[in-house]
């Protein structure tokens, strides 16, 4: 993660001797990184690194610091192979699984199921504006599994009969979960079709005050007087999941937010 080496380049940077002057560069870097509209997961990893730092001699500060940016680095590199297998399990032989994203945590959920054996098909929507459908379904004829691709349009049509709704959050609040345009329409529809909704995230991904905003024009050379500008992310009530996949199991949304509060009080502070 980019940001995390920008902290660590200033830690590890030789002209530095006084505790002050560290502190100093490390919240302007603070501040300039978090200017730029991080997701979550990117401001959830510089307040574990930066939270609670007491240490007042440099040597001792460094340390701190070079373990945490450590520590926070393990956490990415690790959460998703965590993921990867709990989502898995979620997936029975026989089953038919509908997805949404392009996301590659959830082509490697459908790859370790794969590789235990499990015989099941998939039904996916081409995804607006970003059009990464035909990329998914591309990557799932390359590992044999049988995937039925349907426009967007198409939503009620892909969902009949299907057995599992599994999707990659991009934030979650404490109500509300947030994803790619087209999230909370699947999740309404799934809904009232009483169909179970799990979506993967890493607990990083948590903001009790994440708005996530990132307007796109999607019509470039349209004619005068139409507007084309969208957010590319959409909130949905975290009460229509039945469950978050995470590194830390498999929780409603209600006990995935006390799961956090026992284990990452820090994201709390």
Not at 98 to 107: N, Q, W
Not at 152 to 168: P, Q
């Amino acid at each position: 993660m980019e940001p995390l080496k920008i902290v660590g380049d200033i830690v590890e940077n030789p002209s530095i001797h006084i505790p002050a002057e560290l502190i100093k560069k490390l919240r302007k870097a603070k501040k300039d990184i978090l200017n730029t509209n991080p997701p979550p997961r990117t401001k959830n990893a510089l307040k574990y690194v930066f939270y609670g730092l007491h240490d007042t001699n440099i040597a001792g500060l460094k340390s701190q610091l070079r373990h945490r940016l450590h520590v926070a680095a393990a956490h990415f590199k690790n959460s998703g192979a965590k993921i990867k297998e709990m989502g898995a399990k979620k997936i029975k032989t026989g089953a038919a699984v509908f997805t949404y994203s392009s996301d590659p945590l959830i082509i490697e959920i459908f790859r370790e199921a794969k590789k235990e054996k499990k015989n099941f098909k998939i039904s996916l929507i081409e995804t607006q504006p970003g059009l990464g459908g035909k990329d998914t379904a591309a990557a799932l004829s390359k590992l044999n599994l049988p995937t039925r691709y349907y426009p967007d349009l198409a939503l009620l049509s892909a969902l009949e009969r299907i057995d599992l709704v599994l999707l990659k959050a991009t934030a979650l609040t404490e109500e509300r979960v947030i994803g790619e345009t087209g999230f909370a329409l699947i999740l309404e529809t799934a809904s009232r079709r009483h169909i179970p909704v799990y979506v993967c995230m890493d607990s990083w991904d948590f903001d009790p005050r994440a708005e996530f905003t990132q307007l796109e024009d999607i019509w470039r050379n349209k004619p005068r007087g139409v507007t084309s500008k969208i957010n590319l992310f959409e909130k949905a009530d975290s009460r229509q999941i039945t469950g978050i996949i995470s590194e830390l199991g498999i929780h409603s949304p209600f006990l995935f937010i006390e799961e956090l509060k026992q284990k990452n009080k820090w994201l709390f502070s």
